[in-house]
């Protein structure tokens, strides 16, 4: 049980374009799930905190007009890159918690992002 | 916000010997210390975790240690074996959010 998954797997998109990666909890409901972004040879960073059913909450530097998350099911969270630049392109992944075990993360296999 | 610095950045062990990472965190709140073994390309996978009532825990040649006082936490690996090359993460939370640490790339030479 506890199954992420993450479409699409890569994606490689021009410049100013928008992106959307799909982040779902297979097996189970997630009311948070979380964002990161991953440079090569670096760590995961969080982007943002994302609730089912309200505003996704962003840490400091993260642009939210640019990266804009909707969680708009127990089982979904979106995140659309948009107006991508060379600069966004990363490793994005997702994770989620079970409402009744706030602690562990599960994690979703990751997007890699490629804006030409 | 808590911090967490991680060391070292890289990590050479022969197979068969043991393998020490370390880490520390800023935010005496934190109670929960995972941490993950990442592949290239693939998600983070959580090899171990510790609350922080507990100060050690084992699961087979996976150990970790917790010293609230000091406020660090170590992973320590036995019997390395080449599968164990990777990076591995520590991270701490005082409840949802994880705070991750930089990262130590272990090679496991045969």
């Known amino acids: 049980g506890a199954v992420v998954s993450q479409h699409p797997s890569w994606v490689i998109c021009k410049s100013g374009t928008s992106v959307k990666i799909e982040c779902r909890s297979l097996d189970f409901q997630a009311t948070t799930m979380f964002w990161y972004r991953q440079f090569p040879k670096q760590s995961l960073m969080l982007m943002a905190t994302?609730?089912?059913?309200?505003?996704?909450?962003?840490e400091q530097g993260v642009e939210k007009d640019k990266f804009l998350i909707n969680h708009a099911s127990l089982t979904l969270s979106t995140l659309t890159v948009t107006s991508a630049h060379p600069e966004d392109s990363s490793f994005y992944i997702c994770s989620a918690t079970r409402d009744n075990q706030p602690y562990e993360q599960y994690f979703g296999p990751g997007t890699r992002l490629t804006v030409t | 916000g808590e911090n967490v610095e991680q060391h070292p950045s890289t990590l050479s062990v022969q197979e068969g010997d043991s393998a020490v990472i370390k880490c520390t965190y800023s935010d005496s709140a934190s109670n929960y210390f995972p941490w993950y073994k990442q592949e290239l390309g693939k998600r983070p996978q959580l090899i171990i975790d510790?609350?922080?009532?507990?100060g050690e825990k084992k699961d087979q040649r996976i150990a970790v240690t917790l010293n609230k006082t000091a406020k660090h936490f170590s992973l320590h690996i036995t019997e390395t074996q080449p599968e164990d090359s990777a990076v591995y993460f520590c991270?701490?939370?005082?409840?949802?959010?994880?705070?991750f640490g930089s990262g130590t790339q272990l090679t496991v030479l045969p």
């Open positions: 994302s609730n089912e059913g309200s505003k996704a909450t962003y």
């Open positions: 510790i609350r922080s009532n507990v």
């Open positions: 991270a701490a939370s005082m409840g949802r959010q994880l705070t």
